[in-house]
C-alpha cells in the first residue's frame, strides 16, 4: 500500500534531469532544463559575458578570464588574472567583479546558482596620465 501511494506520487510529478553540465562533440556547455526545453550555452559564451562584465569593473587593467567546470551544484568556476591600477584595493575590485560577473549571469542566462569568481592580482599598473603640450 504505501509503495502504490510512492509510485502514484511520483507518476504525478515532473522529472527533473539535473545535468548541469555535459560535453559533447563541438565543447562543453552549460545546460539548464526550462518548461520550454533545454537550454545549451558554450562555456565561451559564457566567458565573453564575463568579460563584458568586467568592463564596468573600474581598477582592473589587463586581465585574463578562464570559465572553468567546478561541481554538481556550482557548474561554473570563473578564474580572473588581473593586474589591479594603482590606488584601488584588492578586496574592494574581487568583489565588485563578483557581483557584476554574477549580476551580468543573472541577467542574460537567468542562473539560479552562484558563480564562484577566483581573483589572482598579478601585478600593479600606474595609471597612464595623459601630458598636454603648452604652446
Known amino acids: 500500500m504505501f509503495g502504490n501511494l510512492i509510485k502514484n506520487f511520483l507518476q504525478k510529478t515532473k522529472k527533473v534531469v539535473t545535468l548541469p553540465t555535459v560535453r559533447t562533440s563541438s565543447g562543453e556547455f552549460l545546460l539548464k532544463k526550462t518548461d520550454f526545453g533545454l537550454v545549451r550555452v558554450e ?8 568579460e563584458r562584465a568586467l568592463q564596468s569593473v573600474k581598477g582592473i587593467g589587463e586581465s585574463q578570464l578562464a570559465v572553468e567546470k567546478y561541481t554538481d551544484a556550482n557548474p561554473l568556476k570563473i578564474s580572473l588574472t588581473a593586474s589591479l591600477l594603482e590606488g ?9 567583479a563578483d557581483k557584476a ?35
Open 88 to 96: 584601488y584595493s584588492a578586496p574592494r575590485i574581487s568583489e565588485a
Open 43 to 50: 562555456f565561451a559564451v559564457v566567458q565573453k559575458i564575463a
Open 101 to 135: 560577473i554574477n549580476g551580468a549571469f543573472k541577467d542574460f542566462l537567468q542562473l539560479d546558482f552562484y558563480v564562484p569568481v577566483d581573483v589572482k592580482v598579478k601585478q600593479i599598473a600606474q595609471v597612464e596620465t595623459k601630458r598636454r603640450r603648452v604652446r
